[in-house]
């Protein structure tokens, strides 16, 4: 059993068996610190997922534990090393005016009464996404019905039917990337990875696309609802818009480490191989850096193409619908608990 630390900054969960740590100072500290690996997937598949369902979800459990998101270095520097071009400033800079054309697109065809959500949110990250990855005319309810199947799961890896929807949708999502990257491949562009290794590349491929999917269109929710709903309603700047619902109400609400050494941490002991919880969730204090897109080594590939979309979005749906007002008593929020944001949304233009 670990010593409690005697500052609150860091807390013991003991109905969960996990550290939390909300203050964002330590929360920066030990997302820096080498002692902390991110290798917190196979422990967890090992203490919640059943001997049966890690056999039958074998397919799986494969692919998330080669998401380099979960690995440390050498593994993790060479994987991310090989995706990162793709997601540099000048690529995304070429991006932007087909990311404009896809916003005014999904705009364009909204019907009377639209939800944010469904008509809004999951089309603009699903073609966004695609247009990053070089996806042509991506079915975006099919996207976001694997994404929704992956991200459940991985909020609560011990559920069985969760396992089970998961691995049915990560199998359809590996078979439509599968044919994508081959095709690509066939035609001579490049792809956006294409490692030696090709499961390493299908599972790659599978991160980036969850990745962009279920993290983007929540960020867009929550943007809609701050500025028909919140104190940015009317007349807002756009950056301190965005900045505001990335600092307050971050997508991914925490990530998790677990130490590869029995490690001190605020006057507490943090034993090797337990699990820690840092929460992303900052103050609107802009004096602080924001942990949404969380920091070192692991700091999220996609943010640049996330801040480009959010803006964007904002420059197009701001002035066409300044009277936008949601339909309050009908939003429903997210009950995933690693992800937060809204279900529904119910717009009146
Ligand atoms: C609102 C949008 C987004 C948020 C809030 C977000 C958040 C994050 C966070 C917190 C991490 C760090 C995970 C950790 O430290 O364990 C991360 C990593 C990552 N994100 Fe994002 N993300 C967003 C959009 C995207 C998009 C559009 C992509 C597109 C490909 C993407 C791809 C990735 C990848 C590949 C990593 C792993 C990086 C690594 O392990 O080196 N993200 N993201």
């Not at 999951?122 to 976001?144: N, T």
Request: glycine share 6%; proline share 6%.
């Amino acid at each position: 059993m670990s010593e409690q630390p005697t500052n609150p900054a860091i807390t013991w969960i003991s109905e969960g068996g996990y550290w939390l740590v909300e203050d964002p100072e330590l929360g920066r500290q030990v997302l820096t610190d080498d002692r902390f690996s991110s290798n917190t997937l196979q422990p967890s598949f090992n203490m919640f997922v059943s001997g049966r369902v890690k056999e039958e979800c074998a397919f799986l459990l494969d692919i998330l534990s080669r998401w380099f998101v979960d690995q440390d270095p050498p593994e993790h520097t060479a994987e991310r090393r090989l995706c990162q071009p793709h997601f540099s400033r000048i690529k995304l800079d070429s991006l932007a005016p087909k990311i404009r054309e896809t916003v005014i697109g999904v705009l364009d065809q909204l019907p009377g009464n639209p939800d944010a959500v469904t008509d809004i949110a999951k089309p603009i990250s699903a073609r966004v996404i695609g247009l990053a990855l070089g996806l042509a005319d991506v079915d975006a309810a099919v996207l976001h019905r694997w994404s929704d199947d992956i991200a459940r799961f991985v909020s609560a890896v011990y559920r069985p039917d969760y396992a089970f929807a998961a691995q049915r949708s990560v199998k359809e999502m590996a078979s439509y990337l599968r044919d994508h990257i081959s095709a690509q491949a066939d035609s001579g562009e490049a792809t956006v990875y294409q490692g030696s290794d090709a499961n390493r590349s299908l599972a790659a491929h599978t991160m980036m696309l969850f990745g962009g999917l279920e993290t983007s269109a929540r960020l867009l929710g929550q943007l809609i609802w701050a500025v028909t709903a919140s104190e940015h309603k009317g007349n807002p700047d756009i950056d301190e818009v965005i900045d505001s619902v990335i600092r307050r109400f971050p997508p991914i609400r925490f990530v998790t480490r677990t130490p590869t050494c029995d490690a001190e941490l605020h006057g507490g002991t943090v034993r090797k191989g337990e699990l820690v919880l840092v929460s992303l969730t900052g103050s609107a204090d802009r004096s602080s850096p924001a942990l949404a897109f969380g920091i070192g080594r692991h700091f999220c590939l996609g943010m640049t193409l996330t801040m480009l979309e959010a803006r964007i979005f904002l420059e197009e749906f701001l002035p066409r619908y300044p009277q936008a007002t949601l339909d309050t008593e009908c939003i429903t929020t997210s009950e995933n608990q690693l992800y937060s944001g809204f279900e529904r949304l119910p717009l009146r233009l």
